[in-house]
């Protein structure tokens, strides 16, 4: 009922301001929000103008509005003897002027109300503009804005593939990964059962366990079976691994035998020593008589001769000297130190002054007969 009187009121002001003018190009109203985004219980000032390229009398502009988001909160009109008025959705912008009329309209002050829908809201403006009765070309204007939740999210929840958190007001929900701990062992891996490492989501208690892998048996030494096996058993699950002998390529010495050995103690082609009487096996102290296992026989240290020199010493190096051994032939040589230097006895301490005088005198005189020969030419 109300819509319907601000319309006719309008009508009756366009009526009665009617004054004869030639149209050209109209009239354009447009506003501006002093916000896009708003909150629950948010105002928002829309200021509203018109752009008029021709005569015009009169100037209506009615807004539309949504009453279940918005509610009023104040109009004011800018131009000379304008008249605004409000309804239950709307709000009416009227006023004349004798001539074109170009600036500024007004401005509508509108709130959010505290239960209005989330979304997008709009406000449009419906324009009557008439150069007495002839109606001039005119334009209104739509203004959206977002109607936006100020979230208040409760606590992390688990969810599929992460965790997420709801907002009480709009329903919005809002997701994440999971944010583990570093994990702690809640079962020790053994020989025979995999463990279990425990992680927690530091943000929503979510539990998650990974395994842990089972651990190498721990076998003891092996232990001969038979003459074709041994075994070592696991000291944890006392589980028993059998397998064929393995003997090394090389042969064991003993004290009278040798033999090819396997880890657990098995022997195989054992044998006694068999020394080779003819042939003396050496090293830098001793010989012996050696088994092809590596025993020896009859080792005694060697016995050397009193040595014969090689290399004499003199003052300028060392000299050696080279011993044999009578019974196997092993030889040393030992280092002979040099000769000390020749020592001046006192005579010749004096005659070698006495010989180099001689020497200058000598060359002094040669000098002095080779000038005068010249001379007496």
Same mark, same amino acid.
């Given at each position: 009922?109300?819509?319907?009187?601000?319309?006719?009121?309008?009508?009756?002001?366009?009526?009665?301001?009617?004054?004869?003018?030639?149209?050209?190009?109209?009239?354009?109203?447009?506003?501006?929000?002093?916000?896009?985004?708003?909150?629950?219980?948010?105002?928002?000032?829309?200021?509203?103008?018109?752009?008029?390229?021709?005569?015009?009398?009169?100037?209506?502009?009615?807004?539309?509005?949504?009453?279940?988001?918005?509610?009023?909160?104040?109009?004011?009109?800018?131009?000379?003897?304008?008249?605004?008025?409000?309804?239950?959705?709307?709000?009416?912008?009227?006023?004349?002027?004798?001539?074109?009329?170009?600036?500024?309209?007004?401005?509508?002050?509108?709130?959010?109300?505290?239960?209005?829908?989330?979304?997008?809201?709009?406000?449009?403006?419906?324009?009557?503009?008439?150069?007495?009765?002839?109606?001039?070309?005119?334009?209104?204007?739509?203004?959206?804005?977002?109607?936006?939740?100020?979230?208040?999210?409760?606590?992390?929840?688990?969810?599929?593939?992460?965790?997420?958190?709801?907002?009480?007001?709009?329903?919005?929900?809002?997701?994440?990964?999971?944010?583990?701990?570093?994990?702690?062992?809640?079962?020790?891996?053994?020989?025979?059962?995999?463990?279990?490492?425990?992680?927690?989501?530091?943000? #929503? *208690?979510?539990?998650? !366990?990974?395994? +842990?892998?089972? $651990? %190498?048996?721990?076998?003891?030494?092996?232990?001969?079976? @038979? /003459?074709?096996?041994?075994?070592?058993?696991?000291?944890?699950?006392?589980?028993?691994?059998?397998?064929?002998?393995?003997?090394?390529?090389?042969?064991?010495?003993?004290?009278?035998?040798?033999?090819?050995?396997?880890?657990?103690?098995?022997?195989?082609?054992?044998?006694?020593?068999?020394?080779?009487?003819?042939?003396?096996?050496?090293?830098?102290?001793?010989?012996?008589?050696?088994?092809?296992?590596?025993?020896?026989?009859?080792?005694?240290?060697?016995?050397?001769?009193?040595?014969?020199?090689?290399?004499?010493?003199?003052?300028?190096?060392?000299?050696?000297?080279?011993?044999? #051994? *009578?019974?196997?032939? !092993?030889?040393? +040589?030992?280092? $002979? %130190?040099?000769?000390?230097?020749?020592?001046?006895?006192? @005579? /010749?301490?004096?005659?070698?002054?006495?010989?180099?005088?001689?020497?200058?005198?000598?060359?002094?005189?040669?000098?002095?007969?080779?000038?005068?020969?010249?001379?007496?030419?």
């Amino acid at each position: 009922m109300k819509k319907m009187m601000s319309v006719c009121l309008c009508l009756m002001l366009v009526v009665a301001m009617a004054v004869t003018v030639f149209a050209t190009n109209g009239a354009a109203f447009s506003a501006t929000a002093s916000a896009e985004t708003l909150y629950r219980g948010d105002t928002v000032t829309l200021s509203v103008k018109v752009d008029c390229s021709e005569e015009a009398t009169s100037y209506g502009l009615m807004l539309n509005y949504d009453a279940t988001v918005f509610e009023l909160v104040e109009g004011k009109c800018a131009a000379e003897g304008a008249l605004v008025n409000s309804f239950d959705n709307g709000f009416a912008f009227m006023f004349q002027n004798p001539t074109v009329y170009s600036g500024s309209v007004g401005t509508v002050t509108l709130k959010v109300k505290a239960d209005a829908a989330f979304g997008t809201a709009t406000v449009a403006g419906e324009a009557s503009v008439k150069n007495g009765t002839t109606a001039v070309t005119a334009t209104g204007f739509s203004a959206s804005f977002t109607v936006a939740c100020q979230h208040s999210y409760g606590e992390w929840t688990e969810a599929e593939n992460g965790h997420a958190k709801t907002c009480p007001t709009c329903g919005d929900v809002k997701t994440a990964d999971h944010v583990w701990d570093n994990g702690t062992v809640a079962k020790e891996a053994t020989c025979t059962e995999e463990g279990t490492t425990k992680y927690t989501c530091a943000d #929503c *208690a979510a539990i998650k !366990e990974e395994a +842990i892998s089972m $651990i %190498p048996h721990a076998y003891g030494e092996w232990e001969n079976v @038979d /003459e074709n096996t041994h075994k070592h058993v696991c000291g944890a699950c006392q589980k028993e691994e059998t397998e064929n002998h393995g003997f090394a390529e090389e042969l064991t010495a003993g004290e009278q035998t040798h033999w090819y050995a396997c880890a657990c103690g098995a022997k195989k082609e054992e044998s006694v020593h068999t020394f080779d009487e003819t042939t003396w096996s050496k090293d830098e102290l001793t010989h012996w008589h050696g088994c092809t296992c590596g025993a020896k026989a009859d080792e005694v240290a060697h016995s050397w001769d009193e040595g014969v020199v090689t290399t004499e010493a003199t003052q300028n190096q060392e000299g050696e000297k080279t011993y044999t #051994c *009578a019974d196997c032939g !092993e030889t040393k +040589i030992e280092k $002979i %130190p040099q000769l000390a230097p020749t020592p001046q006895t006192g @005579d /010749e301490a004096h005659v070698l002054p006495f010989v180099l005088l001689m020497l200058v005198s000598a060359f002094g005189l040669f000098a002095t007969v080779v000038a005068k020969k010249k001379f007496c030419r």
